[in-house]
């Protein structure tokens, strides 16, 4: 079969074809969590997979810039896939960004083509289980590499990895990072629980009994704080934010078909296109280097917009947006996400001042 001319800027017919594709996929995961690998296939055979690696290996090298519009087309045609791909792509950038020669040479051109699958667990050194006294994932060094025992709490698509790259504390409390072979001994993945949106991401615990990881698989340290060390996936960061705007205009969009037919819905609409435009404008500008604002001031702003970008889509859509299968309650859920997906403490607190109505 001959694949579709692959993808090398945001703004080519292509893509198009593939955010059309992605958005009917969507729609038919709302009422079940199935892993949706057909979208991932057709990101693969359109060639997004190489957004996000150097042309050594295989990519396109995308500027962040264009990374950014990239994201916000497929987040606004399918957060959930979407975002399966910031996993992928963090995994992907920590591999690439290593000094790891043999770690690059065995995934990366896999990984590029499509033909392998690889995900991230990281969350339990930076946001998660940070509060016990104890490391959820430890690490011993032997000759022979390093012996994980215990379990990364929330890792997307595990089953159908063939690479995670994990972090885990080694006694000292310095921390490694390791690009692990799912298919080693005592490496497994439970089923993952329901969630409110997106449980067709599969993500849910990684756990780890005895496993046995070698040297020539570590990508960066033993160190204090690992996650400094290169450059990620940008956890957290504006790439979390830029999902959320893409989801947002997404159900802006909706809601100005809607006003097309009911004049009363013009106006909400163009104040939250308005925002929309100009969250837009300062992603793009971050992206560029230009310090307009911060990533935490950013991340407030984008978690506002979603919240009540996709409400007001369902209020619109009244009755039938409440039912299983249109997009407006699939959106209401799924924006849900951005107050638990890697939310700073300082975000969250505004946000829920916000909610509460209490002015800043």
Known sequence: MQLPLQITTPDQPALDDLCAALADNARSLD????????????????????????????????????LVRGYLRLSAA?????????????????????????AQARWLPPLADGTA???????????????LAEPVLKARETGAGFVLDGYSPWVTGARAADVVVLGATLPDRREVLLAVDARLPGFSAPEPP??????????????????????DSVLAGPMENVM??????GTGGLQTSTL????ATAAIDFLEAESEKRPD????????????QTLTANLLALASGEAVCSNEELRTRANSLVLRATQSALAAAKGSGYVVGHPAGRWCREALFFLVWSCPQAVLSANLCELAGIEG
């Open 31 to 66: 009422d079940r969590s199935d892993w949706p690998a057909d979208a991932l296939r057709r990101c693969g055979d359109y060639g997004v997979y190489r957004w996000f690696l150097p042309d050594t290996w295989g990519g396109l090298a995308w500027s962040d810039v264009d």
């Open 78 to 102: 399918s957060l959930v896939t979407t975002f399966i791909l910031t996993q992928r792509s963090g995994a992907c950038q920590r591999i690439a960004n290593s000094d790891n020669r043999a």
């Open 117 to 131: 699958f690889a995900t991230i667990g990281i969350s339990h050194l930076t946001t998660s289980r940070r509060h």
């Open 194 to 215: 329901r969630l409110v949106g997106l449980s067709a991401s599969s993500t849910g615990e990684v756990r780890l009994s005895s496993v046995l990881v070698p040297h």
């Open 265 to 276: 819905l013009a106006g909400p609409a163009a104040e939250l296109r308005r925002e929309e």
């Open 228 to 233: 400094q060390a290169g450059k990620g996936g």
């Open 244 to 247: 959320a705007v893409g989801l």
